[in-house]
């Protein structure tokens, strides 16, 4: 399988291609002019959902045809279970028949949406709520994380859905993905430089990035993190690290010890000293939960994602993955339960997904309810 992580050692998959459909868009991009905000505002994930959007992944050259039948599995496994809770659309050009498709709940819609992979969260709409209550979509250009994937559809879907909903998509000026950036719905925003501070996205300064999401999802307040560029295809997105779970108050996944021999630990360690000494939009410190990394995983591959951190928040529930730890699962199982007393917490094996370089966050996108 050639995963998000693995894709990077490869050399790339169809960079020539992504480059050449991407690179207008990423000049238009950079050069649009940004929206008035207007008073628009991302609200938080554990906001009332009118319902949740997932996307079909197809794309054979991405995985090849056994594991993309598994990542199928593994989508329809996570559909399945939030649909208990809320209403969920599956994202799809109409007239496929895998297998896998006569498993989702008859209760899931399917919008004629063509799609290339399942990364909703990067790809899908960034959906955001004007001071009357209407509704719009931040527009976050997706141009498969830096052209290094073809994204001929998943970076038409952000404008397919406004268009079918019929709402306005509001011009952020900016190429990212809304898994490189947390908020807590107060008006603080974190991110990983290495994600937005790029030039494979963006040709702009810290300032003026920081400027545009700000604007663009109505905060005040930006804390930027190094991150990691070029080690896997995100360039380290931080929702596979910290979370904010309410205001002020930030979910990290990091061990006690940082091991200077893995970047990624170091770098997750780099994180945590900048949320130590950061503060939220009313100046306050952070309040920071730490959770510990998972103490061994079932999945045989070693680039393995095991990010508990990459949960969902939907209505009445909270869906994150276990790995096979009984321990660690525990423990995280725990935590989230704390973090969110009124939810269920529900705990899925979802390992063609994190095989796959991601998460149950980066495969759902939320649609506020107003």
């Known amino acids: 399988m050639i995963n998000r992580r693995r894709l990077l050692e490869l050399g790339g998959l169809g960079l020539t291609l992504a480059g050449a459909i991407g690179a207008s868009r990423f000049l238009a991009a950079n050069e649009a002019q940004t929206e008035d905000n207007l008073g628009y505002h991302m609200p938080p994930e554990s ?40 209403p969920v659309v599956m994202l799809g050009a109409v007239g496929r028949s895998d297998h896998h498709l006569h498993r989702l709940d008859p209760e899931i819609e399917r919008w004629d949406i063509p799609t290339d992979d399942l990364w909703c969260r990067d790809s899908g709409p960034t959906f955001v709520v004007g001071p009357s209550g209407q509704l719009a979509i931040a527009h976050l250009r997706f141009n498969g994380w830096g052209n290094k994937q073809p994204h001929p559809n998943d970076g038409l879907i952000a404008q397919r859905v406004a268009q079918r909903l019929g ?56 804390i930027w993190a190094p991150g990691v560029k070029d080690a896997d295809i995100t360039d380290y997105h931080i929702d596979a690290l ?67 951190i990459n949960y969902y928040v939907c209505n009445g529930a909270v869906v ?35 095989e796959s370089g991601g998460g149950i966050h980066c495969a759902t996108q939320q649609q506020p309810k107003i």
């Open 167 to 222: 709402l306005p998509l509001l011009e952020s000026g900016l190429v990212g993905e809304q898994g490189g950036m947390e908020h807590d719905g107060a008006g603080t925003i974190l991110a990983h430089a290495s994600s937005w501070v790029n030039p494979n996205r963006n040709n702009l300064s810290q300032a003026e990035i920081g400027k545009r999401l700000l604007s663009a999802l109505g905060g005040t307040n930006m």
């Open 47 to 86: 906001a009332p959902h009118e319902r949740t959007f997932m996307q079909w992944p197809v794309s054979v050259a991405a995985y090849g045809k056994a594991d993309l039948e598994a990542v199928q599995g593994a989508i329809v496994a996570l559909a399945n279970a939030i649909a208990e809770f809320e």
């Open 242 to 308: 910290a979370r904010f779970v309410g205001p002020g108050h930030v979910l990290i996944q990091i061990d006690e010890e940082e091991d200077p021999d893995d970047p990624w630990s170091r770098a997750a360690h780099q994180t945590f000293a900048v949320l130590k000494q950061a503060r939220d939009a009313r100046g306050k410190p952070l309040r920071i939960t730490t959770l510990p990394e998972a103490g061994s995983v079932r999945s045989r591959r070693g680039d393995f994602v095991a990010s508990y």
């Open 320 to 354: 994150a993955s276990q790995f096979g730890d009984r321990r660690s699962d525990e423990t995280a199982r725990a935590t989230l339960q704390q973090l969110y007393p009124d939810r269920k917490v529900v705990m899925l094996n979802v390992d063609p997904i994190g």
